[in-house]
C-alpha cells in the first residue's frame, strides 16, 4: 500500500474502538492522521501509541454533530498537512438498547445524530477539499443493522442502514470529480461496545445479541489485520474503480481489485421476488 505514504487522512472516532485501530494501521502504512474525537485523554492515548510505532499524528478534539468544529478541524489538516486525502467516518454510539418503547427519545434522537448527521457533517467539511483537487476517499464505517435488521437496537440499525444508503446517494454525486464514497462493515469487534450488550442483559438486549457478544469477547472478533487491509485498499488508488458500496470485511472483495463489480453489487438493495 505504498499509495498511502504521506498521504493525509482524517479518522474521526478515532479515540477508542474501530477509529483507533484503523489509525493504527494506517500509520504504519505510512499516512499522515488527524485523529478526531470528543475526549481529550483518549485522543493523547492514542496519539501516544502512533508516535511509539513511529507514525505521524495531529489531534483534534471536536464533536461530529457540530459541523463548524469539524470544518475548523478540516481547516487545520490544510494548515499542518496540506489537506484531506482520504476521511474515515468512525465517529458512533450503539445507543439505547431495548424496545423501542421503552428507550429514552433523547438517546434515541443523539444515536442518529452522531452516527449519521456525524457522517454527513464530516463529509461536507472535506469533500470540497477532495474536488478542487479531483482526488479523494472517504469511508463510512457502517457495521450491524446496515444489512440485516437487529431488533432492540433500532436507533444503531436505522442509522447504520442510512449511512449506507447516503453513500450510494454522495458516491453518484461525486464521480465525476473522481471521488469515491464507499461503506465498510468491519465486523464483530471487541470494544467498549461489547461490554454494552452484555450489561444490558437478554431481557434488553435479545439472546442472539447477547449470544454473539459473548462470543466476540471470547475470541475477540474480526482479526485487526482484516479490517485494516480492506480500509487501506478502499482509501488507495487501487479501488478507484470502486464507489457507492457497502463491503463487509469477510466479502470476496479482493477479487475486485483488477475487475468493475455489478452494478447491484454491495449495494443496500431490495429483493423483490416474482
Known amino acids: 500500500m505504498n499509495s498511502l505514504c504521506d498521504k493525509s487522512v482524517l479518522i474521526t472516532g478515532a479515540g477508542r474502538g474501530i477509529g483507533k485501530r484503523l489509525a493504527l494501521g494506517f500509520a504504519q502504512a505510512g499516512a499522515r492522521l488527524g485523529l478526531l474525537a470528543r475526549s481529550q485523554a483518549e485522543l493523547d492515548m492514542a496519539k501516544l501509541e502512533i508516535e511509539q510505532a513511529k507514525g505521524n499524528a495531529l489531534r483534534i478534539r471536536a464533536d461530529v454533530r ?8 478540516v481547516d487545520r489538516m ?4 496540506g489537506g484531506v486525502d482520504a476521511l474515515i467516518c ?3 454510539v450503539q445507543g ?11 438517546a434515541w434522537n443523539e444515536a442518529i445524530e452522531i452516527n449519521l448527521l456525524g457522517v454527513v457533517n464530516s ?9 478542487e483537487r479531483r482526488a479523494g476517499k472517504i469511508i463510512a464505517i457502517a457495521g450491524p443493522g446496515s444489512g ?23 458516491a453518484e454525486e461525486v464521480r465525476d470529480h473522481n471521488v469515491q464514497v464507499n461503506a465498510m462493515s468491519p465486523g464483530g469487534s471487541y470494544t467498549h461496545m461489547t461490554d454494552e450488550i452484555l450489561s444490558a442483559g437478554e431481557a434488553m438486549a435479545g439472546a442472539k445479541e447477547i449470544e ?22 478502499l482509501a488507495s488508488e487501487r479501488s478507484n474503480h470502486i464507489s457507492g ?30
Open 66 to 73: 457540530d459541523l463548524e468544529q469539524v470544518m475548523a478541524a
Open 78 to 81: 490544510r494548515v499542518v498537512f
Open 90 to 92: 468512525a465517529a458512533g
Open 96 to 106: 439505547p438498547i431495548g424496545p423501542l418503547l421503552s428507550s429514552k427519545p433523547r
Open 123 to 131: 463529509c461536507r467539511a472535506a469533500l470540497p477539499g477532495m474536488i
Open 148 to 170: 440485516h435488521a437487529r431488533p432492540n437496537f433500532s436507533a444503531s440499525a436505522a442509522s447504520k442502514a442510512a449511512v449506507a444508503r447516503f453513500v450510494e446517494c454522495l
Open 212 to 233: 454473539n457478544a459473548g462470543q466476540v469477547r471470547i475470541t475477540g472478533g474480526e482479526p485487526p489485520e482484516k479490517q485494516i487491509q480492506l480500509a487501506l485498499f
Open 245 to 274: 458500496k457497502l463491503i463487509h470485511v469477510n466479502d470476496d472483495w479482493r477479487r475486485y481489485e483488477r475487475e468493475n463489480m455489478r452494478p447491484e453489487l454491495f449495494t443496500l438493495r431490495r429483493v423483490q421476488k416474482i
